[in-house]
């Protein structure tokens, strides 16, 4: 998850293969009932006439109308008296008469026109949210202790009920990752507002201090030839810690990196090292081992730098790398969890700090406590209570060795994975059958399933076009120890 523009174009390559089949196309034609809803008024005019919703921009697109928008929310939906702040809300508006699917990353909000998965699957409408206290959407003075998923769910409920007065067809939630867990948490606080949920590769967290299942995936993950790769340049690089870290130094006194929330250049040299393996499970495939320094021992110290920054990138846990996932890493620290892993092939006398926890990625004026039973009471209410709920996960995916599964309880809900896939898996990478099935129920969820879909899932198919701009993720790489 780091910013490293080489990283971005790798990406954005990796995540093309993965998307659903079809040639890229030109933008779709204008379509009827785009402009104007059901009452004759212009849509733009219906969203502004929602009380306490601004314009930011409107960004042309064939096809759809899309807008940047602001909407006042209460910093605590148990006090809304109590003050307020803008949360930055896109919309990408198709048609009334299409259901609405509401997406968030669970960071921040792109100002560009995109579709998710589901929304292309359905041909709808997109709401997407940028999650609070991530820059704009902060509250200033942040009151840090109003950033929990109960408050964040509180968002999500407000943006919905405002627009389902224009958006009354059925309604889809989604996002990846933390985007996810947050479409998830959202769920299980407000059970009545979707007709579906679509996870994708959404981390859970039960117990925060039991991890072992990543140690067994790290254990068997790929092929035997490919983790000892890995393993010997992770070891590598801290057996050769003094030389790497006089370099590191010198590039970041040319970059301005500083290390004040860390606490030392040696604390970060380790961050970024060990958050290497990690790293190049959740965004490389088994095939891009090739690019790993065969031989760790008698690669220069340029190569065993250049690896590691290409997959974890060194100005990960810089200040400057840190400031704009801070509302990350205090969830992360008070109700999501956060891994900790053991590094076997490691002698203890290279490793002088481990995984370290994500207090220390928080500047220590913001005060954090642990709320154990936050991640308990979502799982138990998804194994017992999920209905209409669809976990894709990536069969080579670190994130995905502590999942959501499902109970006796759950209704119409589903877990699948991906084979041979990473952190960007999706519908269209699973098995045919599984693809069509999962299909065929957002479809049916979103109650635009046909009457052959319903008599036989296998023909269901992505109601829209691929578009080669809007179908693009554009998933930034940022901290490795953040889904």
Not at 151 to 177: C, E, M, N, P
Request: hydrophobic share 35%; aromatic share 12%.
């Amino acid at each position: 998850m780091r910013k490293a523009s080489r990283w971005l174009l790798a990406l954005a390559v990796l995540i093309g293969t993965l998307s659903t089949a079809g040639a890229a196309t030109a933008a779709q034609p204008e379509a009827t009932g785009t402009t104007r809803t059901a009452s004759g008024a212009d849509i733009k005019d219906q969203l502004l006439a929602i009380p306490g919703m601004s314009l930011i921009q409107e960004k042309p697109y064939t096809g759809y109308r899309f807008f940047v928008l602001d909407y006042t929310q209460p910093i605590d939906h148990r006090h809304p008296s109590k003050g307020t702040f803008q949360q930055r809300i896109t919309v990408l508006h198709k048609d009334v008469a299409r259901p609405t699917v509401f997406f968030t990353g669970g960071y921040f909000v792109s100002t560009n026109p995109s579709r998710s998965e589901p929304t292309r699957i359905v041909d709808g409408n997109q709401v997407s949210l940028e999650y609070r206290f991530f820059t704009p959407s902060r509250p200033d003075p942040a009151n840090w202790s109003k950033l929990d998923i109960w408050q964040a769910a509180g968002d999500q409920h407000r943006v919905f009920t405002a627009l389902k007065k224009i958006y009354a067809k059925k309604w889809l939630s989604t996002g990846g990752s933390k985007g996810g867990m947050t479409a998830t948490y959202y769920e299980r606080f407000y059970p009545r507002d979707m007709d579906g949920v679509v996870a994708y590769v959404a981390p859970n967290d039960v117990v925060n201090n039991e991890d072992s299942a990543y140690d067994r995936f790290f254990a068997s993950v790929g092929t035997k030839e490919c983790r000892d790769r890995l393993n010997a340049v992770q070891r590598e690089a801290l057996v050769r810690r003094e030389p790497l870290e006089k370099k590191y130094a010198e590039v970041a006194a040319t970059e301005g990196y500083t290390f004040d929330t860390v606490g030392s250049l040696d604390r970060a040299y380790e961050a970024v090292v060990l958050d290497y393996v990690w790293g190049f499970w959740q965004y490389s495939l088994l095939a891009d081992c090739e690019s790993i320094p065969a031989d760790a021992k008698n690669a220069t110290d340029d190569d065993i730098w250049t690896s590691i920054d290409t997959i974890s990138g060194f100005s990960a846990y810089t200040d400057q790398g840190l400031e704009p996932y801070t509302p990350y890493y205090y969830q992360a620290g008070t109700q999501l969890g956060a891994p900790s892993i053991r590094f076997p092939h490691i002698e203890k006398k290279y490793v002088r700090y481990g995984y370290q926890p994500p207090r220390n990625f928080v500047p220590r004026d913001i005060p954090m406590k642990f709320q154990p039973r936050a991640m308990r009471d979502v799982d138990n209410w998804i194994q017992h209570r999920a209905q209409h709920m669809l976990f894709v996960y990536g069969q080579n995916d670190p994130w995905g060795a502590e999942r959501f599964r499902l109970g006796k309880g759950a209704k119409d809900s589903y877990v699948f994975a991906a084979p041979g896939l990473n952190h960007g898996a999706n519908v269209a990478g699973l098995v045919p059958e599984q693809k069509a099935l999962a299909t065929a129920r957002i479809l049916e969820w979103a109650g635009v399933a046909s009457t052959s879909v319903r008599a036989n899932p296998s023909v269901a198919k992505p109601l829209a076009t691929y578009d080669a701009r809007l179908d693009k993720r554009n998933i930034e790489r940022e901290p490795m120890l953040r889904p």
